[in-house]
C-alpha cells in the first residue's frame, strides 16, 4: 500500500526544493513547476498558481510575436491578479537598425537580420530626414518594441533608443522584481514606476543607459556582467543599495561611485574588476554606510592620496577573499594572501576617515555564490 503525507506538508517540502527566484535559475524554476502539475492531479491547481509567481519573455523575431505575448499576458494576469515579477529578455534585437528597409527590399542588412524583423510597425523617429539621409528605417522592427531616433535639439532623452509597446508597460505597473537581460542598443523602460528590486544582466556589452532605466531611492540595484565604463550615460541615479557581480570598472572621473550613485549606501561587489582600489576606495559618496567586497584578487595602486577620505556615516566594511578550493593551492597561496590582506588593511584604514566603522577582513573557502548569498543576506538584500 502506497502513503503519502499530508497535502499541505507535501507542498511545504515542494516549496522549499524548487529553484530560487534568480536570474539565472528563472527557467529552471518554471520547468520545475510546470513538471510537479504533471505528476498528480492534487498538486496541479497549486504547480499552476506558482507559475504565475514570475512571468519570463524571451523576445524572439517571429511575426506574431506581440499576438503570442499577448494571449499569455491575458492567461495569467489582469485586474484581479497584478504581475509582480517580470523576465525580459531582449538580446535578440538587432545590433544595427541604420539602412534598414521594408521587408523584402533592398537592405543593408544580413538576409537572416532582415528576416528577424517580421510584421512592423512604424518608427518614431524626431529627427529631421536630412539628419540621417535616404538610408534611414522608416519601420520599426516588431509591435513588441519599437525604434526611437532622438532629436538632439529637442528630444530630452537626447538618445537613440527601443522602447516598449504599451501593452508590457501596461502590465508592469505593479512589479516589485524585473530582470531584465537589454539589447545591444539602448532600451528606454524608465516611465515603469521604480520597482522595489532591478536585476540588469547586461552580457557583457558596453554599459547600458542607466537613465534610461527605472530607479528610486526603494530600488535595490543589481549589476551582472556589465561594464562600468564612461558611455553609461549615468547621470545622477538615486538608487541607495548596488551590487555588481562580475563586472568590470574603468577608472575614469565619469564612472566613480560618487558621480553615478550620489545616494548610494550600501554597495556590495561579487568578483568585479576594479583596477585600482584605492582609486575606487577615493570615489565613494559620504552617504555610504555599509561596503562588502568579496574578490578573488585585488589590484593595489602604488598612488596613495595624501588626505584621508572622511565617511561619516560609515558602519561597516567587509573584505572577503575568496582562497583557492584545493589544498595544494591553498598552500601554496596562504603566505601571499596574508601579506596581501595586511597590505590592504593598511592601505583602508590609513585612507578612509569613519569613526563609528568595524572593519572586517576574511578569507573564504566556500563557494562564492554561498559566500554572496550571506552577504545579501547580512544586508537583508
Not at 517580470?86 to 528597409?101: I, K, Q, S
Not at 529631421?128 to 534611414?136: D, K
Amino acid at each position: 500500500m502506497h502513503y503519502r503525507l499530508l497535502l499541505e506538508l507535501e507542498l511545504m517540502i515542494l516549496d522549499l526544493a524548487a529553484p530560487p527566484l534568480a536570474i539565472d535559475s528563472l527557467h529552471d524554476r518554471v520547468d520545475y513547476f510546470i513538471k510537479i502539475s504533471l505528476v498528480h492531479r492534487s498538486l496541479t491547481a497549486w504547480a499552476q498558481d506558482r507559475l504565475r509567481d514570475q512571468f519570463l519573455y524571451t523576445y524572439r523575431p517571429r511575426p506574431d510575436e506581440y499576438e503570442r505575448l499577448k494571449l499569455r499576458f491575458e492567461a495569467g494576469f489582469g485586474r484581479d491578479r497584478p504581475l509582480h515579477r517580470l523576465y525580459l529578455d531582449f538580446t535578440r534585437l538587432p545590433e544595427r537598425v541604420h539602412g534598414r528597409t521594408l521587408p523584402g527590399h533592398d537592405s543593408l542588412l544580413a538576409p537572416t537580420e532582415a528576416r528577424a524583423y517580421g510584421s512592423v510597425a512604424p518608427v518614431s523617429r524626431a529627427s529631421s530626414p536630412e539628419r540621417y539621409g535616404s538610408n534611414a528605417p522608416e519601420q520599426a522592427c516588431e509591435a513588441v518594441v519599437h525604434y526611437v531616433y532622438a532629436d538632439h535639439d529637442t528630444d530630452v532623452e537626447d538618445v537613440d533608443r527601443w522602447e516598449l509597446c504599451t501593452m508590457i508597460t501596461t502590465y508592469a505597473q505593479a512589479l516589485d522584481t524585473l530582470w531584465l537581460k537589454p539589447p545591444y542598443l539602448n532600451l528606454n523602460i524608465k516611465n515603469l514606476p521604480p520597482p522595489r528590486v532591478l536585476d540588469v544582466d547586461g552580457g557583457g556589452f558596453d554599459s547600458p543607459s542607466f537613465r534610461l532605466l527605472p530607479v528610486s531611492s526603494k530600488t535595490v540595484l543589481f549589476l551582472r556582467n556589465v561594464l562600468l565604463d564612461w558611455e553609461g550615460n549615468i547621470g545622477y541615479l538615486d538608487a541607495r543599495h548596488l551590487v555588481c557581480d562580475k563586472c568590470s570598472w574603468v577608472p575614469m572621473p565619469e564612472s566613480s561611485l560618487r558621480d553615478r550613485f550620489h545616494q548610494l549606501e550600501t554597495p556590495v561587489l561579487f568578483r568585479t574588476e576594479v583596477p585600482d582600489l584605492v582609486w575606487f576606495l577615493g570615489n565613494f559618496p559620504t552617504t555610504i554606510r555599509r561596503v562588502h567586497l568579496l574578490q578573488q584578487r585585488i589590484r593595489i595602486g602604488e598612488d596613495r592620496r595624501n588626505s584621508s577620505i572622511v565617511l561619516p556615516h560609515l558602519e561597516s566594511f567587509t573584505f572577503t577573499w575568496f582562497l583557492p578550493w584545493t589544498e595544494s593551492d591553498l598552500q601554496t597561496s596562504a603566505e601571499n594572501d596574508q601579506e596581501a590582506l595586511a597590505k590592504l588593511q593598511q592601505i583602508v584604514e590609513s585612507m578612509i576617515d569613519a569613526p563609528q566603522c568595524a572593519f572586517k577582513y576574511l578569507c573564504s573557502t566556500e563557494s562564492p555564490e554561498s559566500a554572496l548569498a550571506d552577504a545579501l543576506a547580512t544586508f537583508n538584500l
